[in-house]
């Protein structure tokens, strides 16, 4: 069992708005940053938010991130099939002195 | 633009060592820490250890505690990851972080 909590699974039909969400608690996401990857098959990681919110250059600003409490969200607007793909948060827990992730959730385009 | 590039990857006997190691550009290596994350087959990421910047303050999770070390050096933009007593469970790709930035990973693989 992951620390972080997501949904294992998430689907959209192009151009909808869908909604991932990463439950913690006040050791992680409640004291600390919380980021978002993305895994596309077969490759690394990449990181689409950090800082609960900050998006690197080249990041589309289809994705947005949020924090409230001991949650935090990922949004993406405007699907696209290109973002079929795993997706994660991650956060440091200050009680287990450790980077905490989600269990992932993988998202299908329909 | 930060680069990461994991090596020394391989396959080794449950109980061996193997030390994997990362290259780092693009970024003051020696001002940020780093973390070692893996992945096995068909699961998600896991977590393995972290260091700070100055390579004093270091911790693992408890899967490794006590059989794996990070260790870096900043003279040569380095991190590294040694392994001991390696078990199956340990099977992985290896993953070198920054926070903001992963390197392709590195597979290592524990079998007789």
């Known amino acids: 069992q992951s620390v972080l909590t997501q949904s294992p699974s998430a689907s959209g039909t192009p151009g909808q708005r869908v909604t991932i969400s990463c439950s913690g608690s006040?050791?992680?996401?409640?004291?600390?940053?919380v980021n978002w990857y993305q895994q596309l098959p077969g490759t690394a990681p990449k990181v689409l938010i950090y800082?609960?919110?900050e998006r690197p250059s080249g990041v589309p600003d289809r994705f947005s991130g949020s924090k409230s409490g001991t949650s935090a969200s990922l949004a993406i607007s405007g699907l696209q099939s290109v973002d079929e793909a795993d997706y994660y948060c991650a956060a440091w827990d200050d009680s287990l002195n450790g980077w905490v992730f989600g269990g992932g959730t993988k998202l299908t385009v329909l | 633009q930060v680069q990461l590039v994991e090596s020394g990857g391989g396959v080794v006997q449950p109980g061996g060592s193997l030390r994997v190691s990362c290259a780092a550009s693009?970024?003051?290596?020696?001002?940020?820490?780093m973390h070692w994350v893996r992945q096995a087959p068909g699961k998600g990421l896991e977590w393995v250890a972290f260091?700070?910047?100055?390579?004093?303050?270091?911790y693992y999770a408890d899967s490794v505690k006590g059989r794996f070390t990070i260790s870096r050096d900043n003279s040569k933009n380095r991190l590294y990851l040694q392994m001991n007593s390696l078990r199956a469970e340990d099977t992985a790709v290896y993953y070198c972080v920054k926070g903001d930035g992963w390197g392709q990973g590195t597979q290592v693989t524990v079998s007789s």
């Open positions: 693009g970024f003051t290596f020696s001002t940020y820490g």
């Open positions: 260091i700070r910047s100055d390579g004093i303050n270091k």
């Open positions: 800082s609960n919110n």
């Open positions: 006040r050791s992680n996401i409640g004291t600390n940053t």
